[in-house]
């Protein structure tokens, strides 16, 4: 229930409309009496006496018209005020939901890489749409629906018991049997809406997996075995809700069953009573007409608290994204940084530990401002990891990394990334043009700039792509080559004129002729910049001020190109190699 309190809460500055919704809806259910009431004081009041032999008298007609005038009335004037009503539902739900979306959204905007990692893309669509779709739902229809079933059961109960308690007690009989058939059928159908949830989030997220992933897919011909996977969660998701709705069934006949019993019981008792004369022709018509207000809110219900229990299920999905909270915020202590970062870079004992493993141990260096300092060594050695802390994508576990001499947490974090200029190794583009990506660090640049730090990044061809510069590219760039790729986001990088620039493998893809235009661009930025960039080749290393080789999370060598190449170790042989040389 506690799901309930919570959207409730989120409602805030709507709780008055929607107070009056629910309130519309109490009375919408209640007046759905008056139709019957109505009819049958035309029964009592103008046929009957006609049938028993009363002439057709002017007072007669005027009574009926002013009975059906009364109806067409009330009727008109029930239909516009439930439009009201629903309108009402549907902007509180609507205006609900977009704020949801809204503090979701930014919620997740803020959240750090453990938490990208843990979740699965497809989880988080799905509580982005079906998740959010279904609290719309409930706070629009459900809680609606249940309200008037609960008024339209009470009111026709008084109304019942009023024109004659023992009829009225006769039909209602049956009412406790409902209720407990409900109640055990929702104690059944909630943890099954709870995996149903689980199964369609894992069905998106291997959707979803696919489509990011189709390239691997055809390349190594595993459509077939993708195929497979997929059907395998749409079987499983398919068995959840066919479970639900076969429990669903089981219990729908019993209420069904149930409730038109009712209807057997107005003809039956009513019969006996109207010919005994305790009930008169009006009554009757009453409780014949009006049988279908007690049966329809008891065969509702059950459907109702199907729809609630999806509710929790998505509910609880929903508060436990709202209320996720990053480890890398800012500080409330932080300094916010006054003007431009000088761009000096201080690891001081950082070590790095991350889910139980021992990534970067005791990394001591310094790099001074408008230095170029290349760091090398094999796969998994923590190159990726090491630069990973100067932006604090993860904070380091064991000693300080700072920025200026002021440690990285203690900066604002927006201060700080606002510094840094990054490229990383696994390139993603967005879809928009060639343009907007280079500028997506800062959407004021001119044509011009843009094509100034293009050519920095040596993104020449993109002159001759159809639109040149306009051209749309896909959401991973689909339409370019691996170094075109790579170059586009340089220069999103360098667009940003940061004061560290942070290169991860970024020209690996490019070849050398081109690698050297763009070092050459880089030697001669015009704004003050270090650069910290994971290189392979010595060719794009020998130039830089200072090299750092790391193995096993350690530094086990720092130098530059002259002094590395002639000592034994990991840079000597990678030049050697290079160089088509051996020992
Ligand atoms: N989120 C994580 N959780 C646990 N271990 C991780 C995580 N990220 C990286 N590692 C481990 O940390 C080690 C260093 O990874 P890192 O990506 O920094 O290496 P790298 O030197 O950049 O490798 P490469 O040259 O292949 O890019 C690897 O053994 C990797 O498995």
Same mark, same amino acid.
């Given at each position: 229930?506690?799901?309930?309190?919570?959207?409730?809460?989120?409602?805030?500055?709507?709780?008055?409309?929607?107070?009056?919704?629910?309130?519309?809806?109490?009375?919408?259910?209640?007046?759905?009496?008056?139709?019957?009431?109505?009819?049958?004081?035309?029964?009592?009041?103008?046929?009957?006496?006609?049938?028993?032999?009363?002439?057709?008298?002017?007072?007669?007609?005027?009574? !009926?018209?002013?009975?059906?005038? $009364?109806?067409?009335?009330?009727?008109?004037?029930?239909?516009?005020?439930?439009?009201? #009503?629903?309108?009402?539902?549907?902007?509180?739900?609507?205006?609900?939901?977009?704020?949801?979306?809204?503090? !979701? %959204?930014?919620?997740?905007?803020?959240?750090?890489?453990?938490?990208?990692?843990?979740?699965?893309?497809?989880?988080?669509?799905?509580?982005? *749409?079906? /998740?959010?779709?279904?609290?719309?739902?409930?706070?629009?229809? #459900?809680?609606?629906?249940?309200?008037?079933?609960?008024?339209?059961?009470?009111?026709?109960?008084?109304?019942?018991?009023?024109?004659?308690?023992?009829?009225?007690?006769?039909?209602?009989?049956?009412?406790?049997?409902?209720?407990?058939?409900?109640?055990?059928?929702?104690?059944?159908?909630?943890?099954?809406?709870?995996?149903?949830?689980?199964? !369609?989030?894992?069905?998106?997220?291997?959707?979803?997996?696919?489509?990011?992933?189709?390239?691997? #897919?055809?390349?190594?011909?595993?459509?077939?075995?993708?195929?497979?996977?997929?059907?395998?969660?749409?079987?499983?998701?398919?068995?959840?809700?066919?479970?639900?709705?076969?429990?669903?069934?089981?219990?729908?006949? @019993?209420?069904?069953?149930?409730?038109?019993?009712?209807?057997?019981?107005?003809?039956?008792?009513?019969?006996?009573?109207?010919?005994?004369?305790?009930?008169?022709?009006?009554?009757?018509?009453?409780?014949?007409?009006?049988?279908?207000?007690? +049966?329809?809110?008891?065969?509702?219900?059950?459907?109702?608290?199907?729809?609630?229990?999806?509710?929790?299920?998505?509910?609880?999905?929903? =508060?436990?994204?709202?209320?996720?909270?990053?480890?890398?915020?800012?500080?409330?202590?932080?300094?916010?940084?006054?003007?431009?970062?000088?761009?000096?870079?201080?690891?001081?004992?950082?070590?790095?530990? $991350?889910?139980?493993?021992?990534?970067?141990?005791? =990394?001591?260096?310094?790099?001074?401002?408008?230095? *170029? #300092?290349?760091?090398?060594?094999?796969?998994?050695?923590?190159?990726?990891?090491? @630069?990973?802390?100067?932006?604090?994508?993860?904070?380091?576990?064991?000693?300080?990394?700072?920025?200026?001499?002021?440690?990285?947490?203690?900066?604002?974090?927006?201060?700080?990334?606002?510094?840094?200029?990054?490229? +990383?190794?696994?390139?993603?583009?967005?879809?928009?043009?060639? /343009?907007?990506?280079?500028?997506?660090?800062?959407? +004021?640049?001119?044509?011009?700039?843009?094509?100034?730090?293009?050519?920095?990044? &040596?993104?020449?061809?993109?002159?001759?792509?159809?639109?040149?510069? /306009? *051209?749309?590219?896909?959401?991973?760039?689909?339409?370019?080559?691996?170094?075109?790729?790579?170059?586009?986001? $340089?220069?999103?990088?360098?667009?940003?004129?940061?004061?560290?620039?942070?290169?991860?493998?970024?020209? &690996?893809?490019?070849?050398?002729?081109?690698?050297?235009?763009?070092?050459?661009? !880089?030697?001669?930025?015009?704004?003050?910049?270090?650069? =910290?960039? @994971?290189?392979?080749?010595?060719?794009?290393?020998?130039?830089?001020?200072?090299?750092?080789?790391?193995?096993?999370?350690?530094?086990?060598?720092?130098?530059?190109?002259?002094?590395?190449?002639?000592?034994?170790?990991?840079?000597?042989?990678? %030049?050697?190699?290079?160089?088509?040389?051996?020992?």
């Amino acid at each position: 229930m506690f799901q309930l309190r919570w959207v409730w809460a989120r409602m805030e500055g709507y709780h008055g409309r929607y107070i009056f919704a629910l309130f519309g809806s109490v009375l919408i259910a209640a007046s759905q009496l008056m139709g019957s009431l109505i009819t049958a004081q035309i029964m009592d009041t103008v046929f009957n006496p006609i049938q028993s032999g009363t002439p057709v008298t002017e007072q007669l007609v005027k009574t !009926l018209i002013f009975w059906l005038i $009364l109806l067409v009335g009330f009727t008109l004037l029930r239909t516009s005020f439930t439009y009201g #009503v629903v309108m009402t539902y549907e902007h509180c739900s609507q205006q609900l939901t977009y704020r949801l979306r809204r503090d !979701l %959204y930014k919620n997740m905007q803020e959240q750090d890489m453990r938490f990208y990692s843990k979740n699965r893309t497809g989880d988080l669509m799905t509580r982005l *749409t079906g /998740d959010m779709d279904m609290i719309r739902h409930t706070v629009c229809w #459900v809680i609606r629906q249940l309200l008037e079933c609960i008024v339209l059961f009470l009111t026709t109960t008084i109304c019942f018991l009023i024109a004659d308690w023992l009829f009225a007690l006769t039909l209602l009989a049956v009412t406790p049997f409902i209720f407990l058939i409900t109640k055990r059928f929702a104690k059944r159908i909630g943890p099954m809406y709870v995996d149903l949830r689980e199964r !369609l989030s894992q069905m998106n997220t291997g959707a979803q997996e696919n489509i990011s992933g189709n390239r691997v #897919v055809k390349a190594f011909a595993r459509e077939d075995y993708e195929n497979e996977q997929f059907d395998q969660k749409n079987e499983a998701f398919k068995k959840a809700n066919l479970a639900a709705t076969m429990t669903w069934l089981r219990y729908s006949p @019993i209420l069904d069953a149930l409730s038109q019993s009712l209807a057997v019981s107005v003809l039956l008792v009513g019969g006996i009573f109207l010919i005994t004369g305790r009930i008169s022709i009006g009554t009757f018509t009453l409780f014949n007409s009006l049988s279908w207000t007690l +049966t329809n809110p008891m065969r509702m219900l059950g459907m109702h608290i199907n729809d609630l229990q999806r509710f929790f299920a998505s509910a609880s999905k929903i =508060i436990e994204l709202y209320y996720a909270r990053s480890t890398i915020i800012t500080r409330t202590d932080a300094t916010p940084v006054l003007g431009r970062v000088k761009g000096k870079v201080t690891f001081s004992h950082a070590g790095l530990k $991350l889910d139980g493993t021992q990534v970067l141990s005791d =990394i001591d260096l310094t790099i001074n401002p408008g230095e *170029t #300092v290349a760091i090398m060594g094999p796969t998994g050695s923590g190159k990726t990891s090491l @630069i990973n802390l100067i932006p604090r994508f993860f904070d380091a576990t064991e000693g300080k990394v700072l920025v200026d001499d002021t440690p990285v947490g203690m900066m604002p974090l927006h201060d700080l990334r606002r510094s840094i200029g990054i490229a +990383t190794q696994d390139v993603f583009l967005f879809s928009d043009t060639v /343009d907007g990506n280079i500028a997506y660090g800062d959407s +004021t640049l001119s044509e011009e700039e843009v094509k100034r730090y293009a050519k920095m990044a &040596s993104v020449d061809f993109a002159e001759k792509l159809t639109d040149g510069f /306009d *051209t749309l590219i896909g959401e991973r760039g689909t339409g370019l080559s691996g170094g075109q790729k790579q170059r586009i986001a $340089l220069a999103r990088a360098l667009a940003v004129r940061p004061s560290i620039l942070i290169l991860d493998d970024t020209t &690996s893809a490019v070849d050398l002729e081109t690698e050297k235009e763009i070092q050459n661009a !880089l030697d001669s930025l015009d704004f003050p910049c270090t650069k =910290i960039f @994971i290189a392979q080749r010595i060719s794009t290393t020998k130039r830089a001020d200072k090299i750092v080789i790391l193995d096993g999370g350690r530094i086990v060598q720092y130098g530059t190109h002259d002094e590395l190449k002639e000592q034994p170790g990991y840079y000597r042989e990678v %030049y050697l190699l290079q160089n088509g040389m051996t020992e």
